[in-house]
């Protein structure tokens, strides 16, 4: 079982930019996918963007595509998700998991960090 711990979450203005920071503990094998999913308050938990480990091929909902980077730090064991251009709708809490290989149902991923909260006022 893989720790997951997220960071960089705060309170900001729309239009502003944030990154978040997912350290994983151990070295994820270059089969694994990193995600990061959002939760608002009374909805589902979404998927916001993923990166497979090995290759780096990122991918995006169509939400935040334009506006959100994620990256990985291979020697730090590390995801970050750049955001900017941030909207009201962006708030909630970013959770990163790491799964066995792409998806982008929440169900699909065991290991998730505790969340970090992301809100953005207009």
């Known amino acids: 079982q893989r720790q997951l711990v997220e960071s960089g979450g705060g309170l900001v203005q729309a239009g502003d930019s944030l990154k978040l920071s997912c350290v994983v503990s151990g070295r994820p094998f270059s089969s694994h996918f990193l995600a990061w999913f959002r939760q608002a308050p009374g909805k589902e938990r979404t998927f916001v963007a993923g990166i497979r480990w090995g290759y780096g091929t990122t991918y995006y909902a169509d939400s935040v595509k334009g506006r959100f980077t994620i990256s990985r730090d291979r020697s730090e064991s590390t995801v970050y998700l750049e955001m900017s251009s941030l909207k009201p709708e962006d708030t909630g809490l970013y959770y990163c998991?790491?799964?066995?290989?792409?998806?982008?149902?929440?169900?699909?991923?065991?290991?998730w960090g505790q969340g970090t909260q992301v809100t953005v006022s207009s």
């Open positions: 998991a790491l799964g066995n290989s792409y998806d982008t149902n929440a169900v699909s991923f065991r290991n």
